[in-house]
């Protein structure tokens, strides 16, 4: 390691990348929370110069918005939910299970994260938010489509399979804000509507 010595601090000189400064991200979102993610707090995490922060992120909102989509990867980080097979309740019971997972890593991220930006940082962070909620919905209607163990005419115009799945989304947003680990109750639900 290229190491350049000033006033006893030792600076890292050797070439970083952006996934080196992303995991440092997630370090500090995960030990002291959203709020505390600025560029001299990941320089200093990474040992570098600030101005290396820079290279790779124009602004700390660049950098928090990175940092957000890094930590929503890393909730969801393994292979889909979704698998041949899988009933409704089973396929929520696995997404509330990877969230409630990301709660306990990153504390207070949830709220955080929908609470604590200002303009147009805030529709940023939120759009990442919801290109995950999107995600999750198609794979929610996918999985309705092949659930066979679901009443039949449950669905109508006026209650669709993309309603069913805007309420859940609705309700994990809810719990995500709350700070809420159980989901027994909209299990419950969802299997009084849907299931005979």
Known sequence: MNNVHFKEARI???VISKEEILKACKAIVAEKGLSALNMRTVAKRCNIALGSV???FRSKDDLVIAAVESVWNSIFDSESTYRQGISFTEYIEAVLKKIRKGMVRYPDFFTAHSLGFAGKSKNDARNKMYDYFSFLKKEMLAVLQTDTAIKKNVFSEEFGEDDLADFVLTNFIGLLILQKRSCDVLIAGI??????
């Open 12 to 14: 890292n000189t050797a």
């Open 54 to 56: 820079y290279n790779y």
């Open 191 to 196: 299997r009084k509507i849907i299931y005979p």
